[in-house]
């Protein structure tokens, strides 16, 4: 009588096919969660900057009230130098946001590292503060102005 085996059929280890279909999964959330993580990021820096312009916007709507602004003022750097004259305002220019502004500097970046813009207006004076945006280029879609209405 011959000597017969049951069939066993043991599996110890997964098939390459199931390891690649894991692998393939996990690829395809992280590419969505760098995604999602991206936009996230990108939203928060506006939001920061668009907060760090309505602060400017305030020093300079005060300073214009105090009528303590020169008509001479015609860009960040004078501004600055304008308002760090007084303690009050250099602590205010200090506590920006973030790292915006370096106290002894005579600029102040944006949330993408940017230097923020004052721009003078003629003929009428209306001056405001610009940020260049996410993609560091002047005049175009993403630039962000102190004057422009919340979104």
């Not at 003929?123 to 919340?150: K, R």
């Amino acid at each position: 009588m011959p000597h017969s085996r049951p069939c066993q059929s043991r599996r110890n280890a997964f098939t390459l096919i199931e390891i690649l279909v894991v692998v393939a999964i996990i690829v395809v959330l992280a590419a969505i969660i760098i995604a999602v993580g991206s936009s996230v990021r990108q939203t928060a820096q506006i939001r920061q900057t668009r907060a760090l312009l309505k602060v400017l916007d305030g020093i300079l709507k005060e300073k214009v009230a105090e009528g303590a602004l020169p008509g001479n003022v015609a860009d960040m750097g004078s501004f600055i130098a304008t308002v760090k004259v007084y303690p009050r305002w250099e602590k205010m220019l200090s506590d920006l946001p973030g790292k915006a502004y370096v106290p002894g500097t005579n600029s102040v970046k944006d949330a993408f590292g940017n230097d923020i813009l004052f721009v003078r207006k003629a003929p009428d004076g209306a001056s405001y503060f610009q940020s260049v945006g996410p993609n560091g280029q002047a005049g175009d879609a993403d630039d962000i102005l102190s004057n422009e209405p919340t979104r």
